[in-house]
């Protein structure tokens, strides 16, 4: 309230395992959040912000799935995830800047992470998907 801004990006940063879940506890019996409670969740927020995220960024490894982009496909405009292993986002953020429509922000994560993957000679897949593509 104190700083409106005109768009939000969400960074996930955990373990994650597509369709089998993310964010695993590892002092609760390995319990993790579920797809269904991660749809819960940012419901919730949407309701109570009156908004969806502009950008979800899965920063973990095997959630770029279009089964996983799916369950979010209401709550959010674009999913930026790897389908294979994922390393850490930080250093993509740094292009990041209020003149960036949500598109260019997506985009611009997931080519950064190319970029360095590449600089790298390390294989890697990363996805921007436009969620409002995927129908029913």
Known sequence: QRAPSAHFALIL?????GLGGLAWDDTSNEDRITLPELKLALSTA???TQRKIDVLYMAMCL????EDAYQVRDLADYYVASEHLQTTYQ???NGF???????QAALGLASAY??????????YTISAVDLSKLTP
């Open 13 to 17: 940063d955990d373990h994650g395992s």
């Open 46 to 48: 949407a309701d109570q």
């Open 63 to 66: 959630m770029g799935m279009l």
């Open 91 to 93: 250093d993509y953020l």
């Open 97 to 103: 800047s209020a003149d960036l429509s949500p598109q």
């Open 114 to 123: 190319a970029a360095e993957m590449t600089a790298k000679g390390k294989a």
